[in-house]
């Protein structure tokens, strides 16, 4: 059965319909010339969002309605914690949804998802005439790309309003920040210069640049 993975970013909307094995059947990409989409401090205009994602996905031709959508960095809390425990997110349990995923024997990098936040993709899936399966938070889905690099690297997500920083081993997520420092704010060395602190005090090995379709291909479906 086809799905789609949608990344709906700072500047653009990608989407990509796999086939059940992975296989890319479809891709595109639909960017905003005039100004940004979101960002940390700009909320998503989900009436946009909504039109740009309708127009992309029939200029696709895409023939699944079933999605699987990036979430981003700035729009979720993460931490490393010894327990799968809501005390270690600095909010309310009952304001968001908690998912781990296994670092070591150790610890679990914890991804809190405000509810707010889940409500507001399910409508903009919803009235794209899609099927919203699962939301995954971007840093995920790129580091899984490099999941053949066995020793830790950091992976810079450029965007235009955001950068992520992420630092993975062996495609398993240990640590994630972000910056507004972006493409749009010509910042070029100041995000260099920040990677290479954050590599250095997490011990990466490389630092590696997120493929413009990192995260898309990252995305998968859980009920595979």
């Known amino acids: 059965m086809n799905y789609l993975c949608i990344d709906i970013g700072t500047g653009s909307i ?7 094995d992975g296989q890319v059947l479809r891709w595109g990409i639909l960017e905003k010339t005039d100004g ?3 960002s940390s401090i700009q ?3 989900e009436s946009l969002a909504i039109h740009y994602l309708k127009t992309l996905i029939a200029e696709m031709r895409a023939e699944s309605i079933d ?4 979430l981003p960095a700035f729009e979720v809390f993460t ?3 010894p327990a799968v425990d809501p005390q270690y997110i600095p909010m309310s349990p009952n304001t968001f949804k908690l998912e781990a ?3 070591n024997d150790k610890n679990f990098f914890l991804v809190a998802v405000p509810k707010d936040v889940i409500a507001k993709y399910k409508r903009i899936i919803r009235y794209s005439g899609l099927n919203l399966i699962h939301l995954e938070l971007e840093s995920i889905a790129a580091a899984r790309v490099f999941v053949d690099l066995k020793e830790p690297v950091l992976i810079m997500d450029i965007g235009r309003r955001s950068t992520a920083f992420t ?3 062996k495609g398993r997520v240990n640590f994630l920040s972000h910056t507004d420092f972006a493409l749009a704010s010509n910042a070029r060395n100041v995000i260099i210069n920040k990677a290479r602190v954050l590599a250095n005090q997490k011990k990466a090995k490389r630092i590696v640049l997120a493929p413009k379709f990192a995260v898309v291909n990252g995305l998968y479906r859980v009920s595979q």
């Open 79 to 81: 931490a490393v914690a």
């Open 43 to 45: 909320p998503l205009n």
């Open 14 to 20: 990608k989407a990509a319909e796999k086939a059940a």
């Open 67 to 70: 999605a699987v959508v990036s």
């Open 101 to 103: 995923f296994p670092i």
């Open 167 to 169: 630092v993975a081993e």
């Open 36 to 38: 940004s989409l979101q």
